[in-house]
């Protein structure tokens, strides 16, 4: 009965016990009027933008930093239509982007004009050129749709009691919000500090796309992780060959570059393919192994009992792709319907 006394003291915050008659049922009345004293944040407002900025006023945090849009770039990014574009405007992220595309043009340089036109036969050349080469545009597509897609961002300052009513729960059902961001969190969601939002179904923030991976982007970083590998494995296989042919024969007639410089942009490619190669292929394989088993990464890592139903491998390959196998499976230009595949909408956290 002492420690019984001695719980009730603490729930109550009374000390010397005064108030250790107040019942259970009391206590979770004054919790829930509490909690629903802390839902009343802001009004409502349809515009997105015009509801962050009115959240702004209840919240210490700039709420303007948080829509993630292109910077200003002295215009130019309004110049070309994409200044509502999402973009993480991280230092980190944006470095490790630009050193990605620096990697591929130096794979592209290399085997162009080291490996490919060097070489006796036209045929060859032309065949492995166009190969090599649409392997790395379908690579970096998917890279930059990966990095500018919104990948599944809650919106701002959404915690109202308008729509917490208009969610349709049953008596007993709460629903958790994000503090930093004024947002109802759906079941799977997490808060991202480097995109300082609440990302549905987050896998992980990648600093080399400078974006979240999570149900918005997923398809294109898959993509992209397959394609870099296969840019990996193909140029590699292409610089071992064009590497061994030139021992066999004389240095000066299989480069148009001197013998020093020929071997050291041939020994940086394969130490290039080899690195990127068991890279991706791993974030390749851990991506579909999440898609297939319907568990984020941070699922994995937390090892969390799944509160929501889980999909098959099949559905979750659909909701993550399309709805149906094609074409558009491999292409970063086609949108999938994340929709697809769901057993049930989105519910939240019971």
Not at 124 to 132: A, C, G, K, R
Not at 143 to 168: E, F, Q, W
Not at 215 to 222: A, H, I, L, S, T
Not at 249 to 278: D, K, M
């Given at each position: 009965m002492s420690g019984e006394s001695e719980t009730m003291q603490r729930l109550t915050g009374d000390r010397d016990g005064s108030h250790s008659s107040l019942t259970i049922e009391g206590l979770r009345a004054q919790h829930k009027q509490q909690e629903q004293t802390n839902m009343q944040l802001v009004p409502v407002h349809p515009d997105m933008e015009q509801k962050a900025k009115v959240a702004k006023s209840y919240h210490p945090e700039d709420f303007e930093t948080r829509l993630n849009y292109c910077c200003k770039c002295f215009g130019l990014t309004k110049l070309m239509g994409c200044e509502k574009t999402w973009f993480i405007q991280d230092p980190c992220g944006i470095i490790c982007a630009v050193f990605t595309?620096?990697?591929?043009?130096?794979?592209?340089?290399?085997?162009?004009?080291?490996?490919?036109?060097?070489?006796?036969?036209?045929?060859?050349?032309?065949?492995?050129?166009?190969?090599?080469?649409?392997?790395?545009?379908?690579g970096a597509a998917s890279?930059?749709?990966?990095?500018?897609?919104?990948?599944?961002?809650?919106?701002?300052?959404?915690?109202?009691?308008?729509?917490?009513?208009?969610?349709?729960?049953?008596?007993g059902q709460v629903v958790y919000k994000c503090p930093k961001c004024i947002s109802i969190k759906p079941i799977r969601a997490h808060h991202c500090s480097v995109c300082r939002r609440c990302i549905r179904k987050m896998d992980h923030h990648c600093p080399w796309v400078n974006n979240c991976v999570g149900?918005?982007?997923?398809?294109?970083?898959?993509l992209f992780t397959m394609y870099v590998s296969l840019i990996s494995i193909y140029g590699l296989i292409l610089g071992i060959?064009?590497?061994?042919?030139?021992?066999?024969?004389?240095?000066?007639?299989?480069?148009?570059?001197?013998?020093?410089?020929?071997?050291?942009?041939?020994?940086?490619?394969?130490?290039?393919?080899?690195?990127?190669?068991?890279?991706?292929?791993?974030?390749?394989?851990?991506?579909?192994?999440?898609?297939?088993?319907?568990?984020?990464?941070?699922?994995?890592?937390?090892?969390?009992?799944?509160?929501?139903q889980k999909k098959s491998s099949w559905l979750a390959l659909k909701a993550t792709f399309g709805s149906k196998f094609s074409m558009g499976w491999f292409s970063p230009f086609?949108?999938?319907?994340?929709?697809?595949?769901?057993?049930?909408?989105?519910?939240?956290?019971?």
């Open positions: 595309y620096l990697l591929l043009l130096y794979g592209v340089f290399v085997i162009n004009y080291v490996v490919l036109l060097p070489a006796y036969s036209p045929l060859y050349s032309s065949v492995n050129m166009v190969i090599f080469n649409t392997l790395i545009f379908l890279h930059a749709k990966c990095m500018m897609s919104d990948p599944g961002a809650v919106p701002l300052g959404n915690a109202t009691n308008d729509n917490i009513a208009s969610l349709g729960l049953k008596v149900e918005g982007n997923q398809k294109y970083f898959v060959i064009h590497f061994v042919s030139c021992i066999n024969s004389q240095w000066n007639h299989c480069s148009r570059y001197s013998p020093p410089a020929t071997v050291i942009l041939l020994i940086f490619l394969i130490f290039e393919g080899v690195l990127f190669a068991l890279f991706t292929l791993i974030m390749c394989g851990t991506q579909l192994h999440a898609i297939c088993t319907d568990e984020t990464g941070i699922e994995q890592l937390k090892r969390e009992q799944p509160s929501w086609s949108t999938p319907n994340f929709h697809s595949g769901k057993v049930t909408p989105y519910q939240y956290i019971v």
